[in-house]
């Protein structure tokens, strides 16, 4: 069966989507004529993306009107292209950038591609879910002190997850050292527009704001926006590398339909979020109810002294249960035909938008009451007595809590373009990697080129191995191998497109 024909089938199936896009292919809010029917090129009277003066200009007004920008551009290659963008204009080749650890793998490619020295500053831990946290103003300022020479600092907020770090107080604390602000709020491109959500980053203060408006919001996967404001930043050059990393042949579809989101918010936002608000309350408010199961909210995320949460991510953990996160995922899915958007190893992650139907949060809360409900009270699910709850569980997945960060030995580039050996990951403690390691999603990289392998890592991948989850980065799709910076005197083999055993 080709892709159509399984899309078709798909969408045919009862299987509900907490995951993104967040249009959650509800016809209700938008139907659409035959997509070839409005498939076309930079022909008179559509203006031209890389040169907009007319109805996309038009379009990229309104939007930066709805959020409160000076400037707004549509990117029909997601987030990912505007964070390219974002730090590829406001850096010179082998710059200082002060980047949070826990960022998208675009962040680190982009400072590949330019040549950066990174500067990383940790998030907090969320204890009780195992967490990333936010990043706090003071240990911002604390290394803006340490590397006076720092010309851009990138944060994430919300994560994945959902955690809200102080922009305004970050924003400040930046600009008081004369360093602009990047926010990858690709997560966030919903906040500001009711009072249960918080306020987003480019009313705060921010100079570049990233969103993937299609990830919360009702719009076609890859559209997102890149907001600019301030005069630490120069637009002129955001220009020239939107020329340089977006399609010179823009999709008219996208783009069209990034300008219908702008409508639909222009014109039924407040009815929209008021509705989806509601929803999400009674939902809270039901899984007061779990044992077993846990479910983050904002006063846990308050309570553990970080600034605010976005209440439309729905992170479940397992951890007083037999279960892992995928073993969840997997129940919600074959038992309940709820697809998740992300299983980590010890909770599983649901995104919620204006999409979302009633319906919809009914059936995921009556699924994980039942699956609760079916627990004895030592915490083992029926039918899986021999699955003893697991104690003492480490903080999770991406997070950076408890673990030693990576010692930088040299920098991506540098890792990258060295000559190589490939040999067991299980093998290469002490060794410099040559190759991201990544769970995807969320995309966050364990392991960046240029740093050391230490045996903690490696017992951390093995243990999220054994619970199913999956790995990107590593070029060897089986994960046993690994490229690692050749020791000196050793001899390269294989070549960049190819991974051969060493005999
Ligand atoms: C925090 C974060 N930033 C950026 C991106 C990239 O966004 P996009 O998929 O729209 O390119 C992602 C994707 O998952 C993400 O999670």
Known sequence: ?????????????????????????????????????????????????????????????????????????????????????????????GDKILTARNSHKSVYHAIYLNELEPVYIYPGLEPQFGINGGISPEAVEEMLIKYPDIKLLVITSPTYEGIISDVKAIAETAHRYGVPLMVDEAHGAHLGFHPGF??????????????????????????????????????????????????????????????????????????LFSAFDIQLRLFYDRMKQLKYLKVL????????????????????????????????????????????????????????????????????????????????????????????????????DSSFGNIQPPEVVMSQKDACKSPFDVILLSESAGRITAEYVYLYPPGIPLLVPGERITKGLLSRISEYREKGLSFQGLRDMEGKYIKVVAKEGSIRFGDCGRIRERK
Request: proline share 3%; net charge negative; glycine share 10%.
């Open 1 to 93: 069966m080709n892709l159509y024909d399984s899309l078709l089938k798909y969408g045919s199936m009862d299987y509900y989507p907490m995951h993104m896009p967040g249009h959650k292919r509800n016809k209700a809010l938008f139907d659409m004529v035959n997509p070839y029917s409005i498939d076309i090129t930079e022909i008179d009277g559509f203006d031209n993306l890389h040169h907009a003066e007319g109805i996309l200009l038009e379009g990229m007004e309104r939007a930066a009107e709805l959020y409160g920008s000076e400037h707004t551009a549509y990117l029909v290659g997601g987030s990912t292209s505007g964070i390219l963008t974002g730090i590829s204009a406001c850096t010179q080749k």
């Open 198 to 271: 918080p306020a987003g980053s480019v009313r705060l203060g921010a100079d570049v704001v990233i969103h993937s408006i299609h990830k919360t919001l009702p719009a076609f996967t890859q559209s997102a926006l890149i907001h600019v404001n301030g005069t630490l930043v120069d637009y002129e050059e955001v220009k020239r590398y939107l020329d340089i990393y977006q399609s010179s042949s823009p999709s008219y579809i996208l783009m069209a339909g990034i300008a219908r989101c702008v409508t639909l918010l222009e014109q039924k936002r407040e009815e």
């Open 297 to 396: 909210t904002g006063e846990a995320v308050r309570a553990s002294g970080f600034f605010a949460f976005d209440p439309s991510k729905i992170t479940v953990s397992v951890r007083g249960t037999d279960l892992s996160g995928m073993d969840l995922c997997n129940r919600l899915l074959n038992r309940y035909r709820i697809q998740m958007e992300m299983a980590s190893k010890d909770y599983v992650l649901g995104m919620t938008s204006i999409g979302d139907t009633k319906e919809g949060f009914l059936r995921l809360g009556d699924a994980l009451l039942e699956i609760d409900g079916q627990y004895k009270s030592d915490g083992c699910l029926t039918g899986l007595s021999d699955n003893k709850p697991a104690e003492n569980k480490e903080p999770a």
